[in-house]
């Protein structure tokens, strides 16, 4: 790890100096910078992916491909993010919602399901009280797309239960499976605002505290993959 460690902390900083930014062009409307800056951001959690799989997958090559294929999805999501239609968002909410499945099945490669409801135990209501009063609230405003957002509820809540019942029990090294339950709770967050932006009230508040929480989590999500090996 040592000699790789440069290259992860390198990429962390290019990712979230993006981010910055990413959120810089956002509030001027600068468009060229706003794509660069996306680009470059989820370039480098894609790249540690990739870059931690190779050095440091191979004891839980399932989970590692998971996690790699779940990074991957969310590049895709932020590209088709870009742009500001509807088929732009439903193309995103599905490459969101299959990386949220990704980080799932990841989880079940070194922690049964079965197993999630008791390890996670009271915790596990914390999502589930989020995601329902998220739900209720964007009701009234999600016209024919009620069936897709209670689906990726779902998803993103299953995640975040995975997140705190593979964190409570030694499935991963210390400190990294406290990256992947921070990472996942920082893109639970990070849905959120995309959803106010989309169906309640659009603001430059949403992106502000919104893309850091997504793109910190993605990096730390892909931090737990450095401590396999």
Not at 75 to 90: E, H, N, Q, T, W
Not at 126 to 148: D, E, N, Y
Not at 183 to 192: I, P, V
Request: hydrophobic share 60%; aromatic share 12%.
């Amino acid at each position: 790890m040592d000699d790789s460690l440069g290259v992860y902390v390198g990429l962390t900083a290019l990712g979230l100096a993006s981010c910055a930014a990413r959120v810089f062009a956002e509030y001027g409307g600068r468009e060229r910078i706003r794509i660069a800056a996306t680009l470059i951001a989820s370039g480098a959690f894609v790249v540690f992916g990739l870059v931690a799989f190779e050095i440091h997958g191979s004891p839980y090559s399932e989970f590692s491909v998971a996690i790699v294929v779940g990074l991957v999805l969310g590049a895709i999501g932020d590209v088709a993010l870009l742009g500001r239609s509807k088929p732009r968002f439903l193309a995103g909410l599905v490459a969101f919602l299959l990386g949220h499945v990704a980080y799932v099945v990841a989880v079940s490669f070194v922690e049964p399901p079965r197993s999630w409801p008791g390890l996670a135990g009271p915790l596990a209501a914390l999502p589930l009280i989020v995601g329902g009063a998220a739900l209720a609230r964007l009701w009234p405003k999600l016209g024919s797309l009620k069936i897709p957002v209670i689906l990726y509820v779902i998803t993103i809540v299953t995640m975040v239960i995975a997140a705190i019942a593979v964190a409570r029990r030694a499935s991963l090294s210390e400190p990294h499976r406290w990256f992947f339950l921070a990472g996942a709770a920082l893109f639970f967050l990070s849905d959120l605002t995309v959803a106010r932006d989309r169906f309640l009230a659009r603001a430059f508040a949403n992106k502000a505290w919104g893309l850091p929480a997504y793109f910190t989590g993605q990096l730390l999500i892909a931090w737990s993959l450095v401590g396999l090996g």
